[in-house]
C-alpha cells in the first residue's frame, strides 16, 4: 500500500503536498493528520510544522487488471493486452492479443475462471459491490449469439419431434441465455435439471410428454 509523509506550515498546506506527491486527487487517498502543528509566537517563534500521512487507496479494477495481467502472462499469454471499461459498478475487461483459444478454453471455460479470479480480486479490498466480467476479443457477443441460435434449432427439434432435447451442461449465465432466447416461445418451454457443474438445460414442446421432475429454469 503506497503511502507518503508531508510536513508543512499548515495542514491543508501538507495536506496538499502529500497527495502531489502520490500523484492522486483528495478522493483517491485517505488522510491521516499525524501533528496538527503550532503556531510560534509572531509567527516566528516556538511553532512546529503540521505533519498528515496520505495513503492511497486501492482501485479495485487497476488492482484486478494486475492481476489478471501477471495470470495470462504466466499462462503464456505475455503479448495480450487488457482494455477496462467502466460503466459504473459494472466493468468489463477486454483482453486483446495473444493465443485466444488459450484464455477462452472449451466452451469459454478457462474464460470464466479468468473472470471467477477477477471477481475475487476486485472485491476483497472494496465496501461497494463491483461487478466483473471479462471478455477475450469478444468471444462473449458471438457465444450469446451462438447460443440463441441453438436454442431456436432446439426448439424447432422439440416441436417436430415431440420429444424433449436435453443441452450439454452450461455454466449460469448461458443458460439463462437459453432460457431468455425461448421465454416467449409458444410452442416450448425450458426449464434446468441437475447440479451445477453439471446442470443443463431441457427444451421440451408444450403438446409433448413433460417431466415429472421439472425444475425453475435457472
Same mark, same amino acid.
Given at each position: 500500500?503506497? #503511502? ?14 502529500? @497527495?502531489?506527491?502520490?500523484? %492522486? ?9 499525524? +501533528? ?22 486501492? +482501485?479495485?479494477? #487497476? #488492482? ?37 483459444? @488459450? ?7 478457462? @474464460? ?8 475475487? %480480486?476486485?472485491?476483497?479490498?472494496? +465496501? ?25 434449432? *432446439?426448439?424447432?427439434?422439440? %416441436? ?6 436435453? *443441452?450439454?451442461? *452450461? ?24 447440479? +451445477? !457443474? ?6 421440451? !414442446? ?10 425453475? !429454469?435457472?
Amino acid at each position: 500500500m503506497k #503511502e507518503v509523509t508531508a510536513t508543512a506550515r499548515t495542514v491543508e498546506e501538507a495536506v496538499q503536498l502529500a @497527495l502531489a506527491q502520490l500523484g %492522486v486527487p483528495r478522493e483517491r487517498a485517505v488522510i491521516v493528520v499525524l +501533528d496538527e502543528g503550532k503556531r510560534g509566537w509572531f509567527g516566528l517563534f516556538g511553532g512546529r510544522p503540521a505533519v498528515v500521512k496520505a495513503v492511497l487507496k486501492i +482501485d479495485p479494477v #487497476e #488492482e484486478t487488471v494486475g492481476f489478471l495481467q501477471q495470470v495470462i502472462a504466466q499462462m503464456g499469454a505475455e503479448g495480450a493486452s487488457i482494455e477496462a471499461v467502466r460503466r459504473g459498478k459494472q466493468v468489463t475487461l477486454h483482453v486483446h492479443g495473444g493465443p485466444v483459444g @488459450l484464455l477462452i478454453g472449451k466452451h469459454g471455460q478457462t @474464460l470464466n475462471a479468468l473472470q471467477f479470479l477477477a471477481q475475487l %480480486v476486485a472485491n476483497r479490498h472494496t +465496501d461497494e459491490y463491483v461487478s466483473i466480467a471479462v471478455d477475450v476479443e469478444n468471444y462473449r457477443e458471438r457465444r450469446e449469439k451462438a447460443l440463441i441460435e441453438l436454442a431456436h434449432k *432446439l426448439a424447432a427439434r422439440a %416441436v417436430k419431434t415431440g420429444k424433449e432435447v436435453r *443441452l450439454e451442461p *452450461l455454466p449460469a449465465h448461458e443458460r439463462k441465455i437459453i432460457h431468455a432466447a425461448l421465454a416467449d416461445n409458444k410452442h416450448v418451454l425450458t426449464y434446468s435439471v441437475g447440479v +451445477d !457443474p453439471h446442470r443443463s438445460i431441457v427444451v421440451a !414442446p408444450k403438446t409433448g410428454k413433460m417431466s415429472p421432475k421439472k425444475e425453475a !429454469p435457472r
